[in-house]
């Protein structure tokens, strides 16, 4: 009895996921509009259904939700000037040639790769690593007979990892505006995750058979 009164009182909070991946799997909105579907559907629930989120709670709620998107549209910018400096020097280009001049075998180049992509996702923002590396990086994985799948997991994860790595880790400061927990203490404990993390990044270069199993 107790189990179906919760599941009755949680059922408006469990439609969210449905509402959000039935959207974006039939097609009828983007990830980034589910969110703002998400929004507004917690925020109707929130108001009407269980009725404890006053207009007066809204409006800290929203002031609060600007100054973390401020914190990282400033992170976000200054990791676009960090890709337009890297761009205009030419530098991926030149770490491409160094890492042909280490070695010809494709999985030593994948793994220098990796590191390059760690590193670029520690100091830069998601899409302007992708649209800075991938130029660079992908005829050289055609060149060496690598599976673009397996390439595309590799740099997925890699700046994935990259984004909850100190010192920048943009996903930490999110989760510091969020929670009001200081960047050094959530920084000390994702450190058992992140080795966890970087373990199956080095199985997915390794073994891409295993990309092949969890896709398939």
Avoid at 12 to 20: A, K
Avoid at 48 to 63: C, P
């Amino acid at each position: 009895r107790n189990l179906w009164a919760t599941f009755k009182q949680s059922i408006w909070g469990l439609l969210m996921p449905l509402i959000i991946l039935g959207g974006i799997f039939s097609g009828y909105f983007t990830p980034s509009e589910a969110a703002a579907v998400a929004v507004v559907y917690s925020m109707i629930v929130s108001m009407f259904v269980y009725r404890d989120l006053t207009l007066k709670e809204l409006g800290k709620i929203m002031l609060g939700s600007a100054k973390t998107s401020a914190i990282i549209m400033i992170i976000i910018a200054c990791s676009g000037v960090f890709g337009w400096v890297l761009a205009n020097w030419k530098i991926p280009e030149a770490v491409a040639q160094a890492i042909l001049s280490i070695s010809s075998n494709k999985y030593i180049v994948l793994f220098l790769i990796a590191i390059i992509i760690l590193i670029a996702g520690i100091f830069m923002e998601t899409s302007s690593a992708v649209i800075l590396l991938t130029p660079v990086f992908l005829p050289l994985m055609r060149a060496l007979g690598v599976d673009l799948v397996h390439f595309g997991v590799i740099f997925t994860v890699g700046i994935s990892i990259g984004m909850i790595t100190p010192p920048v880790a943009i996903n930490l400061f999110v989760g510091s505006s969020i929670t009001g927990i200081p960047i050094e203490q959530i920084a000390k404990a994702v450190w058992p995750y992140l080795l966890g993390l970087i373990v199956a990044f080095l199985l997915y270069i390794y073994m891409p058979l295993f990309i092949s199993a969890l896709l398939f």
